[in-house]
C-alpha cells in the first residue's frame, strides 16, 4: 500500500509538472510581441495579417513590409518598381482563399504639393509578391482607394474616401464597378463583411459605424446608422473577427475598439489605448496589431521637416 501511495504521489507531482509546463508554453506564445517596420519615414496606414501569422504593412512611400510569423522585424517585402507601378499606400487586405494580398496605391495626399492622378487597386500573389493586377478607379472623380473587403463569393469591395464611392470586383471580372455612391458616404474609410454576410463600414468624417442595406439582387439600398454605445473619433481601419465582431482603428482617438453589433446597435468596447495616431488594426489568434501613423509629422508644417523615429506595430492582447 504505501508502494502504491508513493507511486501515485509521484503521478499527481508528474502532472502537475506537465500543467505548469504547458501553462507556461501557452503564456509564452500568447506575450503580445511588438514589431519594429525596418524602414525610415514610413508612415503606415493599413495593416494586414494572415492565418500563418504574417503581418503585411503598407506604407506612404509605396513599400509594402512583411513581419514573418514569429519575427518581431517587418522588413521591405514589395518595393515600388515601374512594373509594379506602387504609389503612396492605403488599405493592405490578404485574401487567403484566393491567395491575393490586395492593396490600394493612390497619388500621394501629403506630398507637397499633393500628387495628383487616380487610384488603383492592385493585386498581388500572397506568397511571392509578383503583381497579378492593377484594377484602375474612374478618373472623372478625386480618388482615394482606402480599404478593402472581400465577400464570400469572392467580390472584392474597396472603399474612396474623397467622393463617397465603394467599388466591387467581382470574380473573373477586368474592371472595377461601382456598387454605391452619395453624400452620405462622403468619409467611408473602413469595410469589412460581418458573418450575417452584410457589408458594414465606417466613416471617418462622420464618425459613423453603418451597416450597407442592398436589395434583393444585390444591389445598393443605402444605410443603416448604428446605435453606439461610445462616441468615436475619426474610425479608420476595421476587421471582421467572425460572427458580427469587428476591430476598428481610430486614428485621431489613438484607440482600438472592439465592436460588437446587435440589429441595429452595437457595443464598442475599448482594447487598447495611448497609441499615437492609429489608423489601421489586424490580429492573429487573440493577439492584436496597431500601426501608428505619426501622420502629424505629415500634416503639421511644423513638423514636416523633423524625425518621426522609428515606427513600430503595437501588439496587444485581445479579449476571448
Not at 499527481?12 to 519615414?41: E, F, K, Q
Not at 482606402?146 to 473573373?172: K, Q
Request: aromatic share 8%; with cysteine; glycine share 12%.
Amino acid at each position: 500500500m504505501r508502494t502504491n501511495g508513493i507511486q501515485n504521489g509521484i503521478a499527481l507531482m508528474a502532472i502537475a509538472a506537465g500543467l505548469l509546463a504547458a501553462c507556461a508554453s501557452v503564456s509564452t506564445a500568447a506575450t503580445p510581441v511588438d514589431i519594429t517596420i525596418a524602414g525610415t519615414r514610413v508612415f503606415p496606414e493599413s495593416i494586414a495579417s494572415d492565418a500563418a501569422g504574417n503581418i503585411y504593412v503598407g506604407s506612404n512611400g509605396g513599400t509594402i513590409y512583411r513581419a514573418e510569423a514569429g519575427t518581431d522585424t517587418a522588413k521591405p517585402w514589395i518595393v515600388p518598381s515601374a512594373e509594379n507601378g506602387l504609389r503612396s499606400l492605403f488599405g493592405v487586405f490578404a485574401d487567403e482563399q484566393h491567395k491575393v494580398l490586395w492593396a490600394c496605391s493612390i497619388p500621394n495626399l501629403f506630398a507637397q504639393p499633393r500628387e495628383t492622378g487616380t487610384s488603383v487597386l492592385k493585386a498581388f500573389d500572397l506568397a511571392t509578391g509578383a503583381l497579378k493586377a492593377s484594377y484602375e478607379f474612374p478618373a472623372d472623380k478625386p480618388s482615394a482607394c482606402n480599404d478593402i473587403a472581400v465577400a464570400a463569393d469572392g467580390t472584392v469591395y474597396a472603399t474612396e474616401t474623397l467622393s463617397g464611392r465603394i467599388f466591387a470586383l467581382a470574380p473573373g471580372a477586368k474592371a472595377l464597378t461601382l456598387f454605391a455612391e452619395g453624400q452620405d458616404l462622403t468619409g467611408v474609410d473602413g469595410i469589412a463583411i460581418g458573418g450575417d454576410g452584410a457589408i458594414y463600414i465606417n466613416n471617418v468624417r462622420q464618425n459613423l459605424f453603418q451597416r450597407v442595406n442592398r436589395k434583393a439582387d444585390g444591389s445598393y439600398a443605402g444605410l443603416t446608422t448604428l446605435t453606439l454605445s461610445d462616441k468615436l473619433n475619426g474610425p479608420d481601419g476595421l476587421r471582421a473577427m467572425g460572427g458580427n465582431r469587428f476591430l476598428q482603428a481610430e486614428g485621431p482617438g489613438g484607440r482600438v475598439a472592439l465592436i460588437e453589433v446587435n440589429g441595429d446597435s452595437a457595443t464598442v468596447t475599448p482594447v487598447k489605448t495611448g497609441l499615437e495616431s492609429s489608423p489601421g488594426v489586424a490580429f492573429v489568434g487573440d493577439v492584436g496589431y496597431a500601426i501608428e501613423g505619426k501622420s502629424s509629422y505629415m500634416m503639421d508644417p511644423a513638423l514636416r521637416d523633423k524625425d518621426p523615429g522609428v515606427f513600430v506595430v503595437r501588439a496587444f492582447p485581445l479579449p476571448r
